[in-house]
T-cell receptor
């Protein structure tokens, strides 16, 4: 069965600095990887996904993620953090075939002005 | 388009009461699912459906029932509410579980069981 781990409950970064939110995964086949963001009292919003191809995936709001097959990681990155990026971020993975999406426990990002 | 609509947004129940959380989508998505979100636990899958008339259990199905009589609707029923079911519930849909498409989420239903 597929699984995903987000090793950090909280990430703090100063505004203007680069940010990284970590994610590692486990699947039996080729992974389909996703990042979602949740703002307070809202549903989850899709940021980006990796299906195949280029290991560096670009998404919404200036975010990008790097797929690393050898390290089974899919870390979320942004070159310059904004205070408005403060939110809860979820990594998710789906295995090949008709399998549901499995989410990590989430990482709370706090960007300090 | 409205997307995924959940009702009610807030509900307080007493232990033993039953209720239904409604979920409707207007995107003609085949796949629909219910997650619960609890602090420190992330999102956990309760039930899902790959099309009308087809449902399956997720990670935490006990205490919940679902049905899928139409493509648009996927209600979640709590048969006899327990305090452990206090949570925020999210409905999500996508074109099909086997595709590479992303999930679209509703705004959530916050349930408190006393």
């Amino acid at each position: 069965a597929q699984s995903v781990a987000q090793p950090e409950d909280q990430v703090n970064v100063a505004e203007g600095n680069p940010l990284t939110v970590k994610c590692t995964y486990s699947v039996s086949g080729n992974p389909y990887l996703f990042w979602y963001v949740q703002y307070p009292n809202r549903g989850l919003q899709f940021l980006l996904k990796y299906i195949t191809g280029d290991n560096l995936v670009k998404g919404s709001y200036g975010f990008e993620a790097e797929f690393n097959k050898s390290q089974t990681s899919f870390h979320l990155k942004k070159p310059s953090a904004l205070v408005s990026d403060s939110a809860l971020y979820f990594c998710a993975v789906r295995d090949e075939g008709n399998t549901p999406l499995v989410f990590g426990k989430g990482t709370r990002l706090s960007v300090i002005a | 388009n409205a997307g995924v609509t959940q009702t009610p947004k807030f509900q307080v129940l007493k232990t033993g009461q039953s209720m239904t959380l409604q979920c409707a989508q207007d995107m003609n998505h085949e796949y629909m699912s219910w997650y619960r979100q609890d602090p420190g636990m992330g999102l956990r899958l309760i039930h899902y459906s790959v099309g009308a008339g087809i449902t399956d259990q997720g990670e935490v199905p006990n205490g919940y029932n679902v049905s899928r009589s139409t493509t648009e609707d996927f209600p979640l029923r709590l048969l006899s509410a327990a305090p452990s079911q206090t949570s925020v519930y999210f409905c999500a849909s996508s074109y099909f579980v086997g595709t590479t498409g992303e999930l679209f989420f509703g705004e959530g239903s916050r349930l408190t069981v006393l």
